[in-house]
């Protein structure tokens, strides 16, 4: 609405004795220009543009009396000082205004309607989502939660003096992606086909960017494409990614990831494994690696591929199978081992994409025949004991030095009283009871 503001002219520019009379001058904003009314041609206007944080406008003009009248300047401590924020939908998001002094007027927030949310401490919408979160004379800060797309705008503070004093801030909302879908690897691939993928996502604000992975190998897809939803102001973007597949690349796991700055990185990523149809690889496995005349013994063919094969064939190079091998599919069972089914066997595995193709040369050993195996065994097992055996030899050895060097001295009776006795009769009545020199012989230990 507009704003009053009151010119008086000084007594001196009216002549003596004339009756003097005040002038009113009114100064209203719009559109977020300034406009004066009422003033004479030689007035001077000077508008500046609002922009957020600063001075919205600067009014320089000369009144009727000669008097200069001077709206905001930048160095105004009553201008308010906001600034811009930006929030994902469904996130909050804080509005502080605030004024370097305070001349105790009133802060006041209002939207992108102009509708005002709160005057100072006073809501005035009734909007639950919309709190006070501080006011104080020199700041007004609220909080909005629960953001949704029709909140973005910029909204307006502004403190009530002479003249009213506004500063604007831009809220943006950012729209968050959905969880990205794959499609076009409903069917399997041929090995050495090519495949194309496609990531859609949807509710992205501005549009996000879409990336391939291949395990951890950044892939390069085609450009992303977006579209604006309908009646909304998101956004559904999509990526496509080709690719000629291998049989290393079965089960392989192809992510598309979304990049948007609502979003941590990798938050938001879909994945999904690759199939690749191939021909298998074929090995024969024998059931030991000594097959012996006269025991039973059986081929197994083992075809790794995509599918798993479902037909076997048998053969043998130098001619028909022998006339005890019977062909049980994978396998090929004898049920008597002979030297004479000596050769070359050959297995054919067909899984409907292709055919392979594996070996194997049976040479069968006679009964008494020890594997490689067997004979390295024995060879440990006997090395361990001549290991033990000499480690006790050598603990003999050394046990009989210790004795020998440690022999004791044993004496008889007789011996025993020989040492004072004079004659061998003597000898013999001191060692059996009489010890008389044993006294002279006692020894003290102090």
């Not at 291949?214 to 998101?234: C, F, I, K, N, W």
């Not at 050895?397 to 020998?404: A, H, K, P, T």
Request: proline share 6%; charged share 25%.
């Amino acid at each position: 609405m507009p704003v009053p503001f009151e010119l008086v002219p000084r007594s001196p520019i009216h002549p003596r004795g004339a009756k003097k009379k005040k002038k009113t001058t009114q100064i209203s904003t719009k559109e977020g220009y300034s406009t004066i009314r009422g003033m004479r041609r030689r007035s001077v206007v000077a508008l500046t543009r609002r922009q957020p944080t600063v001075c919205r406008a600067l009014f320089i003009f000369a009144a009727p009396s000669g008097h200069t009248v001077s709206g905001c300047r930048d160095d105004d401590p009553l201008q308010p000082v906001t600034s811009d924020e930006t929030v994902a939908v469904g996130g909050q998001v804080r509005l502080t205004c605030r004024v370097a002094e305070s001349d105790n007027s009133s802060l006041q927030w209002s939207n992108t309607a102009q509708q005002t949310l709160y005057f100072g401490e006073k809501r005035a919408l009734r909007d639950n989502r919309i709190q006070l979160y501080r006011s104080t004379s020199t700041e007004l800060s609220i909080t909005i939660d629960n953001v949704q797309l029709s909140d973005e705008g910029d909204y307006t503070c502004s403190i009530f003096t002479m003249p009213v004093r506004t500063a604007r801030a831009t809220v943006t909302v950012l729209g968050v992606p959905g969880k990205p879908q794959i499609s076009g690897n409903e069917e399997a691939v041929q090995e050495g086909g090519e495949v194309t993928l496609t990531c859609t996502s949807t509710g992205s604000k501005p549009p996000a960017k879409l990336r391939w992975y291949q395990g951890d190998r950044e892939l390069e897809g085609h450009p992303v494409m977006a579209e604006s939803d309908p009646g909304s102001l998101t956004y559904t973007v999509r990526s496509q990614v080709t690719l000629t597949v291998s049989r290393s690349d079965d089960n392989a796991l192809i992510t598309c990831a979304v990049d948007h700055e609502s979003l941590a990185s990798g938050d938001v990523k879909s994945s999904q494994a690759l199939r690749v149809l191939f021909s298998p690889e074929v090995h024969i496995q024998p059931q030991s690696d000594l097959p012996r005349e006269g025991e039973r013994f059986h081929l197994e063919c083992l075809g790794k591929g995509n599918p798993e094969p479902t037909s076997y064939e048998w053969l043998k190079t130098d001619g028909e199978l022998p006339p005890l091998a019977k062909v049980d599919g994978a396998f090929l069972r004898f049920e008597m081992l002979n030297k004479s089914d000596n050769g070359v066997y050959l297995c054919n595995a067909d899984n409907g994409i292709g055919q392979s193709q594996g070996e194997y040369k049976l040479l069968v050993q006679d009964p008494t025949a020890m594997s490689t195996s067997s004979g390295v065994d024995h060879a440990v097992i006997g090395g361990v004991v001549a290991v033990i055996v000499f480690i006790l030899l050598c603990l003999l050895i050394v046990l009989g030095r210790y004795l020998i060097r440690h022999k004791g001295t044993y004496l008889t009776h007789e011996a025993k009283g020989s040492d004072d006795a004079p004659d061998a009769d003597t000898a013999i009545i001191n060692a059996e009871g009489g010890h008389s020199g044993a006294e002279d012989k006692k020894e003290y230990f102090i």
